[in-house]
Structures are given as structure tokens and as C-alpha cells.
């Protein structure tokens, strides 16, 4: 039996003994991780990807990391048939929800939802139908009676499941779904349901296109409340609940001057419409960042991947201040694709953490679970801005050369100027001194690490050559 200390440092992958290759040598992938608690332990669930073929997989985990069953339970087929027309591409569509003694895992089976029992008398039960459509990676909640679960099918709708495996009929919510509009997801704050439904612009065939994050606040009987929303220019956004709020974080594109910023906001349900609090900024990053967030009895905990390169971490922060929150972080594989990590927290307020991550580039994407205890580290100092930074050749040809003494740099960003902004052209390791690029001459370069950028410093163009002594 492996101690809690060396459990936490496992991957959930080795842990679960799943082999990196099926039969006729496939590659096995393990992503879109979701995570729910029981009170006491946790029910991870992921998709497996073996070629084209992908399936629903769950497994319970006690809170420093270590499975509680001897394997993982397929439940069925996943799929998610308009993938590309999804905000999140390779974001889930299933998730889990726990009551007392019982867990509902629900998927997607091409457009058919279906639920199952996986923890509790009823877990050999055999999957049921709850309804047709879309859902998204928390489309289900518990309200301390039955479970509650909405998806979109051209309208939003939702279904109610009782702990014996009771489905009402669906209940159609509104008449309208935004295309562009990702699936609902639920929250339950002991009076109110609230959905969210993220909607991309950016895919839409309008003059200036503006995203926003609608939320709908429904009755207890699923009789819709009121409406509110804000617009940010986003790529994915994710809802936990207190029991008497919400907190939902996101990604804003502050471009071209801030880069990305990690956000979270509170939102308080009315009887009428949905309250919308101030932005609390978590984290600025130059690259596109996926996050989650859970209630842990005190604070809502944020949790997000960023990184480049081959340089990732891991990091959380308690959402308790309009202040920038204090964090912690830890170093981490690299992701898949752009995943959101999971978190929750069980009764006692212990959180863990479940990603999908490669510990190289060209290796397949496991699970790995961190423990609330490995995510303890402070920021470093931000990295000294790089010197002697200059460019000689052609706009064709061209080599950029800089130094560094390497002390808290993990890389180096070379962007091409427009103005005052920059364009990231090339992401080098922190032992790399030169880059050949093409197309410009107007460039500079910045240090990162996990804190963030440097300053940027300006290339100098063809630098006259020294004279040798003498001559």
C-alpha cells in the first residue's frame, strides 16, 4: 500500500495500472476530466480514447489520491457529434453529481444523455435514458431531494432523477438556444437553480462580435426567474456553488495591452434577475489559461493550468477578497489540449485536483490527481528582463541573439512589434540564447516564469561590428 505522501506524487494513470497502448498498439488518452465528492471521498470520471472510439470511465479516489476501486468502470460510449461547433472543443460532455451514499455519473452518447448509478445499492444498475441533446461538464446538480439536469436541444430543458432512478419527463425551459451558445451549466444555492450559458462570438457571422456569459435563474420548480449577463471575450468559462451563491471564472482576452486574464465573478440568484458582481482578476497570462473553481465550506477555490513550451503549472487561489488573491502553484505535465483541470472538496473542506497531462511533448495525456498538500509553493520572482537583445541579417533571414543570466526564467518569448504591441512568434527553452526567424526585423524579447513576463527588451538591428585591437 503506497503512504498518502507517495500516493499524492503518483499519477491516477500509474495508479490505475491502464496501460499506454490497447490491443493493435492504439494509443490509449485519458481526458476531459471531471470530479465530484461524496462528502468523504472523491468519483473521478474522464473520457478514454482509444482511436476513434471513446468511452465514459469513472473511478472513486480518497483525498490523497489513491483509487478506492481495483479498476475503473466503463459506463459507455461518449461523444460529442457537433465537437466543432463547441466553445471548448475537447472540453467534456458528462459529469457527476453526488447525494447522500449515491453518485450520478451522466454522458453523452452521440446526442442520447444517460445517467447511471456509480456509487451506492443501485451502482450495478444498468445506464437509463434521461433525455436528447447537449449537455455540458456540470449539467447536473443535487437540490437535497432528486437531481436536476438541463441540455440543450435546439431549446433548453431539463429532467429531474430520484434516487431510486425515477426520470420525469422533460420539462422544455425556454423557447430559444442561442447556436453559438455552449450547454448549460447547473448550479443549486438551496432555493435556486442558476444556468450558465457561455456564448462564443467569435464564431458568429456579425460586425463587431462580442462574447457574453448569460445566466438564467430558475424556481425550485424549474420556472425561470430572470436573466442577466456580461460580455468578455473568452474561451472557456466554468460554475461552482456555495450553497447560497455562485462563482463563475473565465478567461478574458485583454488584447493587445494585458495578454489574458484568469477572472472570477460572484453571482447572487434573485427571484427575479441574477446579480452580477464586480471581475476579481487571478491571474494574467500572454496565453490562453483553463480553469475550474469549488466551494470548500469556507472559500470558493479557483484552480487553472497555464504555461508554454514545455514549462506548465498548476495553481489555485481562495476567491474570498475583490483583491488579488495570495497563491500557491506547482509544476505540472502538459495539458491536453485546452482541458480545464477538475477540482472538488469533500465534507472536511480537503480538495484535490484532477488533470489531463503529459509529463513530455508526442506522449499520450494520463490522468494525474494532485493533492491539496503538493500545490504549496509561492510564486518565484518575476524573471530579470533579458540584455544586449539584437537582430542581424535580413527581414528574410534573420538571427536574434540576447542575454540572460537564467536566474527564475523557465523561457523566452521573441514577438514581433506592431507599435506598442507584440505578437508572440516563438516560445524558447531557458537555456536558449539565439533564434533564426523570417519576416521581420522589428522584434523583442521577454523572460517568463510562473509569476509571469518580464519587461520586454527591444531588438537592435545589424549592430556595427567591433574592430579587432590594434587595427
Known sequence: MFSGSLAAALSLAVLLAAPTFAAGHDVIVQTAPVLASNGVDFITGWTEEIAQNRSFAVRRVSVSGLPLDEQQTDLGPVDSPNATDDINVAGPRHGIACAPGTCLAVWQDSETIRGKWVTGAAAASSSFV?????????????NGHEFFL??????LYSATISTVGTVSAPTRLTNYFLDLSSPPEV????????????TDASRCDCQDPKSLIRFNTLAADGTILGENFFFADFLDAH??????????TYDHYAYPAAG???????IVATDTDPQIGDPILLFQWFAPMSSSATWNGTDYVAAWRYGAGSSWWLSEARVTTPAFPSRRLTSSGIPDRQVAPAIASNAAGESI??????????????????????IDALPPPFPATPSAVNVSGSPSKATVTWQSDGRDVAGFLVERVYGDYGEIIAVVSAGARSIAISGTLNL?????????????????????RRRAAGR
Do not use: C
Open 187 to 198: 448550479g443549486w444555492d438551496g432555493k435556486h437553480y442558476l444556468l450558465m450559458l457561455p
Open 260 to 266: 489574458v486574464q484568469l477572472a472570477a465573478r460572484r
Open 353 to 374: 485536483i484532477v488533470t489531463s497531462e503529459s509529463p513530455t511533448l508526442g506522449e499520450p495525456a494520463r490522468l494525474r490527481t494532485y493533492a491539496e498538500a503538493e
Open 239 to 248: 460554475l461552482a456553488s456555495s450553497g447560497h451563491d455562485f462563482l463563475v
Open 130 to 142: 434521461i433525455g436528447q441533446g447537449l449537455i455540458s461538464d456540470r449539467p447536473v446538480v443535487w
Open 150 to 155: 438541463s441540455w440543450a436541444a435546439g431549446q
Open 444 to 464: 523583442r524579447v521577454r523572460a517568463f516564469n510562473a509569476s509571469g513576463e518580464s519587461e520586454s527588451a527591444t531588438a537592435v538591428v545589424n549592430p556595427p
